[in-house]
Structures are given as C-alpha cells and as structure tokens.
C-alpha cells in the first residue's frame, strides 16, 4: 500500500525534511506504509550533494538549504507541487537507476495528460520540454526549458526526496541560481507553456499515472 497525502498551504523546508527522514526509517523497519507526500514550499534554494558554490547566484535572495539528496541546486515556491516519494526501492528490484527511470516515466506520463512532451537528457537531470518558438542555442540546436527536477537519497533501500513539477511558479524566481548547474537552457511551466492547469488537475493526473508506471 502507498499512502498519498496532500498539505494544504505551503510547509516548511526543515518540516518537510524531519518528515520524510521519520517515515523513511519507519517504512524501514516495517512499521509504516510507502508514502506520496504532495507539497507547495515558500520560496528557497536546496543545495544537492553536487551544487557548486559559484551556481548559488544571489544567496541572498531566499534561504538556502543545505540537503543530502542528489543534485545540485534547485528552486521549490509557491506554485510548484513537490512529490516526496517514501518508497521501498528494496522491495522495487533494488536497482536504484532503474527507480529513477521510473520516477522519470511518472513525469512524462504525468505531462503527456496535458499534451506536453516530456523528455530526458543525457547529462542534464530532470524532464524537458522543446521550445521551437524560441531562438535556437548558438550552435543551431532547439532552446529546451526544464519542466520538473528529481532528485533522490536513500536510506536502507527507502527513498525519500522526490521530484518537483512547475505548475505555476514565479519563475524569475530561478534567476538566483543556476538551476542543476545548467546555464544553456530556461526553465517553464505548464501554465507559461499556456495550458490553464491548477494544482488540484496535476494532483490528479499524478496519482493516475503514478498507478500505471509505477503500480501501487
């Protein structure tokens, strides 16, 4: 069984950790079911165990949060749902680039319900979008914005941190960092991609497919 719970308004970063790190050592130890947590945070930076100092452009800006999940920095605020994943990745082969694949198929799945085209990168973590509206890069190559971030630790085979999917974020906002260490590429939205899509329609779409990639 995975429990899915949703909270209403935005939560505190160190909340949110002390959560996860408590239902992550109870799925553990038997004691507790798998979890989706559904979050909205106040604007803040989250450095991954790869961020770079010089990523981190106005550290002024918001508070920045130092995290043991892969990655570098990312930006989580209002407008933005944050998908916690408490999962037993023991119990799902035990093969952690294979999790990560799945949480990835969520997302596009969970993108193609709106008609966007997800996509993945080598060497750019997270899932893409085409912008042949925009001009192309320098060396003739399409403009492609960052739609979601995932990024993940574990713990006795119990994953926790997730992935963030922007639904309608401030996205000036991303301006203070350098968002998973790439610069050549923007960052969008569903609603900045002009599909009218509330918290409430992504909720609902991941849970859906969640069931069909991922299964319950």
Known sequence: MVEWITTPGLTGYD???????ERASAIANGT????????EHPP????????????????????????????????????????????????????????????????IATL???NIKGEIRPGRVGVWVERPEKPPLADGSPREDKIAAIGIRLRKWVSFHGISI??????????GIVPCGISDHGV???????LPVTMDDLDVALRRSFDAVMGD
């Not at 922007?166 to 301006?175: A, K, R």
């Open 166 to 175: 922007n639904v309608e974020p401030d996205l000036d906002h991303f301006t």
């Open 32 to 39: 507790a079911d798998e979890c989706i947590w559904l979050v």
């Open 112 to 114: 193609a319900e709106f």
């Open 188 to 194: 969008t939205s569903l609603v900045d991609l002009g």
């Open 44 to 107: 803040l930076y989250t450095a991954g165990t790869s961020a770079k100092p010089a990523d981190l452009v106005d550290p002024d800006r918001f508070p920045v949060h130092e995290t043991k999940r892969g990655g570098q920095y990312t930006y989580h605020g209002p407008g933005q749902r944050v998908a916690y994943v408490m999962l037993n990745v023991g119990n799902r082969g035990r093969d952690v680039r294979c999790f990560v694949r799945d949480l990835e198929n969520w997302v």
């Open 15 to 21: 909340e949110a950790v002390r959560f996860m790190e």
